[in-house]
């Protein structure tokens, strides 16, 4: 059993900084992709930063949010500075992993965790 586990999240004020971190556990052999997710109440799920060999970022967050990982403690992190009201949404983990060798890669979600900013 496969678990990602968001932290981090709160409510700051406009121009203040948060770090997210997602921790996945279980049965691991590789992580192809990390990658951070929001969703905005009323609104669509979207991708704010994938990591893999690279790295890339919603328009919206490129210059203020950096994503980030460490591969040796199943870890991924988002440093986001600059904060907006925009920003406000619950921000998701999602991973492509495999959790044996020769398995097809699958698709996880963490349960999310609150980001909430004040102007």
């Known amino acids: 059993q496969v678990q990602l586990v968001e932290s981090g999240g709160g409510s700051v004020q406009a121009g203040g900084t948060l770090r997210l971190s997602c921790a996945a556990s279980?049965?691991?052999?590789?992580?192809?992709?990390m990658a951070w997710y929001r969703q905005a109440p009323g609104k669509q799920r979207r991708a704010v930063a994938h990591?893999?060999?690279?790295?890339n970022y919603a328009d919206s967050v490129k210059g203020r949010f950096t994503i980030s990982r460490d591969n040796a403690k199943n870890m991924a992190y988002l440093q986001m500075n600059s904060l907006r009201p925009e920003d406000t949404a619950v921000y998701y983990c999602?991973?492509?992993?495999?959790?044996?060798?020769?398995?097809?890669?699958?698709?996880?979600w963490g349960q999310g965790t609150q980001v909430t900013v004040s102007s």
């Open positions: 999602y991973a492509v992993l495999q959790i044996a060798s020769g398995t097809s890669p699958r698709s996880y």
């Open positions: 279980g049965s691991i052999f590789r992580i192809n992709v």
């Open positions: 990591i893999s060999t690279s790295t």
